[in-house]
């Protein structure tokens, strides 16, 4: 028997669709259903690489685990990866697919309908219930006939679609009408109720308003939730720079740390858990500053050349190397692993025509890019403290380290007993360099990273602290919004799904 659906699908980007539909796998997980997400076509930078070696999209390992499953390809078979503009890396069912120009996305739809066909099915056949994700909204009716994530996917799956608004954006009302209003009635029909979603204020101020459209959508509303601004389930698309940090008293012993604002940055959840930590602020740095900083963070991104050339003209090079002189750190996860070295070679023209860049030369290491995408989880240690780190690396460039570098981590697959020198780290462990993303994530390592800055500065070290696990923060989120939504209305749109009462 096919599973049930149930399908979030969103008014705009950023309504909070996958963190919804990571709390609904909790919930219904708990009901007893053997359940699964699924999002058809992901447009993200922040990846995770699943145990067999396949790229999925973040927030689809978040939903995974909110389902207690490992990530797997047929959660995301499609991820499209921007490079610029125009240019993005298509990754279809775990694997580099070529490249996707923004004048041609219809290739998706025409070349791997199939693949997410596949995907759904294998889903569809082992679960009991899969939970899909929609993209964007479904009412930009210029890329209707692109559309293989929203309501064409809805119509495949025979889902029943709750549709999200934002109303901390502003307008949630008339981007909740018109959204309905945009779709053809065939699509409409899928539509069985809506959430608004970040409230803030008095919930009997919104009374009126929620009767109204009710009536006008002749749809129910299935909650209100609260804005939780201290929400710690992985966010898909971007760092919440407007953190928990933003809102604390400062510290006299507060620590800044910089993160370069390169364009196209990948995997900038590394750092999520930094911002969580009680004597750290984090500043996004456009160009060169005179605001004192402890230590610097070039992050990934998925066109090194494009960031390159960003850093040297905004003086973010010259601010790396007063910052190294100054006896502070500088540090470079994935593509800003490579900016520091000497050189980035790139022979075949992987992410530039030009076949070789002079780097920061921060770190004597030269990396050449190389067709085949790494894809691996990796488990190990931190050489100088012995703190156990994990985390995955994802990359196409291949980084050779000179003499003037030791290395940063000990590493392994997971698993496995061999072990490999991993990242770089210059003679006085001022500059590091490193493949993993996650490193920031292991707590004892992360304290003793934030101990040293700590230590420039003559202050006393603090303890780790206790926190979270993963499982225990899908929980607590889960909690919250089964609280917020008519969760037995949701459960009965699942149980009647698109038949005779849909």
């Given at each position: 028997?096919?599973?049930?659906?149930?399908?979030?699908?969103?008014?705009?980007?950023?309504?909070?669709?996958?963190?919804?539909?990571?709390?609904?796998?909790?919930?219904?997980?708990?009901?007893?259903?053997?359940?699964?997400?699924f999002?058809?076509?992901?447009?993200?930078?922040?990846?995770?690489?699943?145990?067999?070696?396949?790229?999925?999209?973040?927030?689809?390992?978040?939903?995974?685990?909110?389902?207690?499953?490992?990530?797997?390809?047929?959660?995301?078979?499609?991820?499209?990866?921007?490079?610029?503009?125009?240019?993005?890396?298509?990754?279809?069912?775990?694997?580099?697919?070529?490249s996707?120009?923004?004048?041609?996305?219809?290739?998706?739809?025409?070349?791997?309908?199939q693949?997410?066909r596949?995907?759904?099915?294998?889903?569809?056949?082992?679960?009991?219930?899969?939970?899909?994700?929609?993209?964007?909204?479904?009412?930009?009716?210029n890329?209707?006939?692109?559309?293989?994530?929203?309501?064409?996917?809805?119509?495949?799956?025979?889902?029943?679609?709750?549709?999200v608004?934002?109303?901390?954006?502003?307008?949630?009302?008339?981007?909740?009408?018109?959204?309905?209003?945009?779709?053809?009635?065939?699509?409409?029909?899928?539509?069985?109720?809506?959430?608004?979603?970040?409230?803030?204020?008095?919930?009997?101020?919104?009374?009126?308003?929620?009767?109204?459209?009710?009536?006008?959508?002749?749809?129910?509303?299935?909650?209100?939730?609260?804005?939780?601004?201290?929400?710690?389930?992985?966010?898909?698309?971007?760092?919440?720079?407007?953190?928990?940090?933003?809102?604390?008293?400062?510290?006299?012993?507060?620590?800044?740390?910089?993160?370069?604002d390169?364009?196209v940055?990948?995997?900038?959840?590394?750092?999520?858990?930094?911002?969580?930590?009680?004597?750290?602020?984090?500043?996004r740095?456009?160009?060169?500053?005179?605001?004192?900083?402890?230590?610097?963070?070039?992050?990934?991104?998925?066109?090194?050349?494009?960031?390159?050339?960003?850093?040297?003209?905004?003086g973010?090079?010259?601010?790396?190397?007063?910052?190294?002189?100054?006896?502070?750190?500088v540090?470079g996860?994935?593509?800003?692993?490579?900016?520091?070295?000497?050189?980035?070679?790139?022979?075949?023209?992987?992410?530039?025509?030009?076949?070789?860049?002079?780097?920061?030369g921060?770190?004597?290491?030269?990396?050449?890019?190389?067709?085949?995408?790494?894809?691996?989880?990796?488990?190990?240690?931190?050489?100088?403290?012995?703190?156990?780190?994990?985390?995955?690396?994802?990359?196409?460039?291949?980084t050779?380290?000179?003499?003037?570098?030791?290395?940063?981590?000990?590493?392994?697959?997971?698993?496995?007993?061999?072990?490999?020198?991993?990242?770089?780290?210059?003679a006085?462990?001022?500059?590091?360099?490193?493949?993993?993303?996650?490193?920031?994530?292991?707590?004892?390592?992360?304290?003793?990273?934030?101990?040293?800055?700590?230590a420039?500065r003559?202050?006393?070290?603090?303890?780790?602290?206790?926190?979270?696990?993963?499982?225990?923060?899908?929980?607590?989120?889960?909690?919250?919004?089964?609280?917020?939504?008519?969760?037995?209305?949701?459960?009965?749109?699942?149980?009647?799904?698109?038949?005779?009462?849909?």
């Open positions: 028997m096919p599973a049930r659906t149930l399908m979030v699908q969103g008014t705009a980007s950023h309504v909070g669709k996958s963190v919804l539909v990571a709390a609904f796998c909790r919930l219904f997980l708990r009901q007893g259903f053997r359940v699964a997400p999002k058809a076509q992901n447009m993200s930078n922040n990846s995770f690489v699943t145990p067999d070696g396949l790229e999925i999209g973040r927030a689809q390992a978040v939903q995974a685990a909110a389902c207690r499953l490992a990530p797997r390809a047929d959660f995301n078979p499609v991820l499209i990866k921007p490079e610029d503009e125009r240019r993005a890396q298509l990754v279809v069912q775990g694997r580099v697919a070529g996707l120009t923004a004048s041609d996305f219809g290739r998706v739809r025409r070349e791997h309908s693949a997410i596949e995907s759904f099915q294998n889903l569809s056949e082992e679960f009991e219930l899969v939970v899909l994700e929609g993209a964007g909204s479904p009412a930009e009716i890329l209707r006939e692109q559309d293989v994530v929203n309501m064409r996917m809805a119509k495949a799956a025979k889902a029943p679609v709750v549709l608004g934002d109303i901390d954006r502003g307008g949630v009302f008339a981007s909740l009408v018109g959204t309905l209003a945009l779709l053809d009635p065939d699509e409409r029909r899928h539509v069985k109720g809506w959430l608004i979603n970040k409230f803030r204020g008095d919930p009997d101020v919104l009374a009126p308003g929620l009767r109204m459209l009710e009536d006008r959508m002749a749809l129910p509303c299935l909650g209100v939730l609260p804005l939780w601004s201290d929400l710690r389930v992985p966010q898909e698309d971007s760092l919440g720079w407007e953190g928990p940090a933003s809102r604390r008293t400062r510290r006299a012993d507060w620590l800044t740390i910089g993160v370069a390169v364009p940055a990948s995997n900038v959840t590394d750092f999520e858990a930094l911002l969580r930590e009680p004597d750290v602020q984090m500043v740095l456009a160009g060169e500053t005179d605001q004192p900083l402890d230590a610097l963070i070039f992050p990934g991104t998925k066109n090194t050349a494009q960031a390159l050339r960003f850093v040297k003209a905004k973010l090079d010259g601010l790396a190397r007063r910052m190294v002189r100054e006896g502070r750190t540090v996860i994935c593509g800003g692993y490579q900016l520091l070295g000497t050189h980035i070679r790139d022979p075949y023209g992987i992410e530039s025509p030009e076949p070789e860049l002079e780097g920061l921060l770190l004597d290491v030269v990396t050449s890019f190389a067709r085949k995408k790494i894809l691996i989880q990796v488990v190990g240690s931190h050489r100088d403290s012995g703190c156990p780190i994990e985390g995955y690396q994802v990359h196409m460039g291949r050779r380290a000179g003499r003037g570098v030791r290395s940063l981590l000990e590493v392994q697959k997971p698993g496995r007993s061999m072990t490999w020198s991993e990242g770089a780290a210059s006085d462990g001022l500059v590091v360099g490193t493949y993993v993303h996650g490193l920031f994530d292991a707590p004892a390592f992360r304290r003793t990273f934030l101990n040293r800055l700590r420039r003559g202050w006393s070290p603090l303890e780790v602290q206790a926190e979270s696990t993963l499982d225990q923060t899908l929980d607590d989120w889960a909690d919250f919004v089964a609280r917020h939504v008519d969760l037995p209305a949701i459960t009965g749109i699942v149980e009647r799904g698109m038949g005779r009462h849909g």
